[in-house]
C-alpha cells in the first residue's frame, strides 16, 4: 500500500522559503539504543495556529515525562495566549541564532551539539534523528 505524504509544517507568517524537514527514516537498518532523556535541552518553536504545533502537543509532554528539559518559544505571543506555560516571546536575539522559518522547529542540545528539526514529530522520529548528538562520546 502506498503511505500518504505527512502535510507540511506551518510556515512562519512574513517569511519566505522553508528549511528541510527532517523525517526519520522508514526502515532502520540498526537497533537504535535508547537515549539518555536527561541530557538533552529542548527548545520548541511554536505558533498556537499551527495545527502541527498542536498535534505535537503530546510528544512535547512526553519529551517532559523522559526527563528533556523544554523550555518553550512562541513565535506568535503579540497576537496568541500560550499553548504551552511558560513561554518565551520569540525575539529578534531568538530569530539571529536559530531563524525559524517554519512551526514547530525542535532544536535539541546536548553539550556542544544541536540538532534541529522541524515539522510534526514522534518520539520514534526524533530518537532516530538525534543519534548524532549521542555519537563519540
Not at 497576537?79 to 517554519?102: A, K, M
Amino acid at each position: 500500500a502506498l503511505a500518504r505524504a505527512p502535510p507540511a509544517p506551518e510556515t512562519k507568517s512574513g517569511t519566505g522559503g522553508a528549511k528541510r524537514t527532517i523525517r526519520a527514516r522508514d526502515s532502520p537498518t540498526s537497533v537504535s539504543i535508547e537515549p539518555d532523556w536527561r541530557q538533552l535541552e529542548l527548545i520548541y518553536f511554536y505558533q498556537t495556529s499551527c495545527p502541527h504545533c498542536l498535534a505535537s502537543k503530546g510528544t512535547v509532554e512526553e519529551l517532559k515525562r523522559r526527563g528533556v528539559r523544554v523550555s518553550f518559544v512562541q513565535l506568535d505571543s503579540n497576537r496568541n495566549p500560550p499553548l504551552h506555560s511558560p513561554s518565551t516571546p520569540y525575539t529578534q536575539t531568538l530569530d539571529d541564532q536559530f531563524n525559524v522559518q517554519v512551526t514547530p522547529t525542535w532544536a535539541f542540545r546536548r553539550r556542544a551539539k544541536t540538532e534541529t528539526l522541524t515539522g510534526s514529530m514522534t518520539i520514534a522520529e526524533i530518537k532516530a534523528e538525534i543519534s548524532p548528538l549521542f555519537s563519540q562520546d
